[in-house]
């Protein structure tokens, strides 16, 4: 048997997940990743302009107005699609679990005779939640760490 790689949207269409929340999701992310640059230029440009002695306070106090809004923004939209990203994979997980529920449940009674019960448990279980983990944390960390910035 040919082993097939399936895509996030094959694999959301199976579960019956609409993959429209973890594309926030990332997307959030990555905007809270390219707002985090920006508190580092506004003290770099904060600390040329007190060697050189050309703005004027006033500017100053702006620039460290403007980062520690970009701060707050960041981890704002870090925080909003990081619960996308979480609910998209919840939701995703418990569909995947009731459709392999009900496929067991349509199974002849002698089907788990020879099997082990533990392997059962460990693919509704531990196997699960590494899917549950790749798309909460995995695939946002991914689309964070790969910004060319």
């Known amino acids: 048997m040919k082993d097939k790689k399936k895509s996030i949207e094959e694999l959301a269409s199976l579960c019956g997940t609409k993959k429209g929340s973890l594309i926030v999701g990332n997307i959030l992310i990555a905007m809270g990743a390219i707002l985090n640059i920006l508190p580092v230029l506004l ?3 904060i600390i040329v302009s007190l060697i050189t002695k050309k703005e004027a306070r006033g500017n100053l106090i702006s ?4 980062g520690v809004l970009a701060v707050f923004a960041a981890y704002l939209f870090t925080y909003i699609g990081s ?14 679990k009731k459709k392999i529920v009900s496929h ?18 460990q693919v509704l279980s531990s196997d699960m939640n590494q899917i549950e983990g790749y798309y909460a944390h995995q695939l946002p960390s991914l689309v964070k760490e790969s910004l060319p910035l």
């Open 43 to 45: 003290t770099y440009k």
């Open 63 to 66: 620039y460290a107005i403007y």
């Open 83 to 96: 619960i996308l990203c979480h609910t998209f994979s919840y939701r995703f997980i418990a569909n995947l």
């Open 104 to 121: 067991i449940a349509t199974l002849p009674l002698g089907y788990f005779t020879g099997e082990h019960k533990a392997k059962l448990k």
